[in-house]
């Protein structure tokens, strides 16, 4: 089966220590997301991209993370300086979106998550 | 604005027993519905979902759920529990069109199946 791989799976780190996460979406999906998952706050979306561009980034603190696609291969999350607030497991996921005015079955974009990464901010 | 509501935090089942996991959404227009599953120290997986058609779907696993567009619900059940079912259940809703493909997630519920 097709996966969507995330590295690193388990990142430890002290406050003020830049981290970035890595993720290889599916060969030939055409949208990716981070999310981050914490016990009080759920699943929180905090980027999308489509086609490789960035279009929606607003739930993102945007004067610490940064998020990119340099390559249809590869989706990174960076957070510079991290802090404590920052720890929970951060999600990637890719799906396949159809494009017009009218989207098929294909459109529904069913997402494909990775195993996710455990962040750690001591 | 798109929104979904799983109304139990948590569902608390016997083995062998029929389960139901409530989910409501609000959406402009018809709305394409999605379930998924966590397991512990997992992503979530895709279970199933509602496109057009038949209200009633069938997803992976023997779960099911039914789209009622009267009451805006998009229940997942399972005619018998097992131990394994137990997990984190996330609903999801996303209009149709309007070229946004972000799915607005539920908080998801706790379901735990009892021996």
């Known amino acids: 089966d097709a996966r969507v791989t995330q590295t690193p799976r388990h990142k430890v780190t002290e406050m003020g220590q830049e981290v970035t996460m890595r993720c290889q979406p599916i060969?030939?999906?055409?949208?990716v997301f981070w999310y981050r998952q914490t016990m009080m706050q759920g699943l929180e979306l905090l980027a999308y991209f489509r086609n490789r561009a960035p279009l929606d980034d607003s739930g993102m603190p945007k004067d610490r993370f940064s998020a990119e696609m340099p390559d249809a291969t590869l989706a990174t999350l960076k957070i510079q300086p991290s802090e404590p607030r920052d720890s929970a497991v951060y999600f990637c996921?890719?799906?396949?979106?159809?494009?017009?005015?009218?989207?098929?079955?294909?459109?529904?974009?069913?997402?494909?998550f990775g195993a996710g990464s455990r962040l750690t901010v001591l | 604005a798109q929104s979904v509501a799983q109304p139990e935090d948590q569902v608390n089942v016997a083995e062998g027993n029929p389960l139901t996991v409530k989910c409501t959404y609000s959406?402009?227009?018809?709305?394409?519905l999605f379930w998924y599953v966590q397991y512990p120290n997992r992503g979530l997986q895709f279970l199933l979902k509602y496109i057009t058609g038949d209200n009633l779907v069938k997803g992976s696993y023997g779960f099911e759920a039914e789209f009622n567009k009267s009451q805006t619900s998009f229940h997942l059940k399972k005619p018998s529990a097992l131990v394994s079912d137990s997990a984190l259940y996330f609903c999801a809703v996303r209009p149709r069109g309007g070229g946004s493909y972000i799915p607005t997630f539920g908080r998801g519920t706790s379901l735990i199946v009892h021996p």
């Open positions: 959406v402009s227009g018809n709305p394409y």
């Open positions: 996921a890719s799906g396949w979106a159809g494009t017009g005015a009218f989207d098929g079955s294909s459109g529904a974009n069913v997402l494909t």
């Open positions: 060969l030939g999906h055409n949208t």
